[in-house]
């Protein structure tokens, strides 16, 4: 059985996902790029 990999990024939105939430907050910057990516992918 092979698993699949998922960035951090995807992740954490996975978890927000599951928690409810359908609305963040932040400053688009070299930080936050990868989460950027991973909204935007979604």
Known sequence: ???G???ASAA???V???WGVDTI???PSGT???LMDA???D
Do not use: F
Request: aromatic share 4%.
């Open 32 to 34: 936050l790029s990868s």
């Open 39 to 41: 909204l935007a992918e």
């Open 1 to 3: 059985m092979t698993q």
């Open 12 to 14: 954490m939105l996975n």
């Open 16 to 18: 927000l996902k599951t």
């Open 5 to 7: 990999k998922i960035t």
């Open 25 to 27: 907050y932040g400053i």
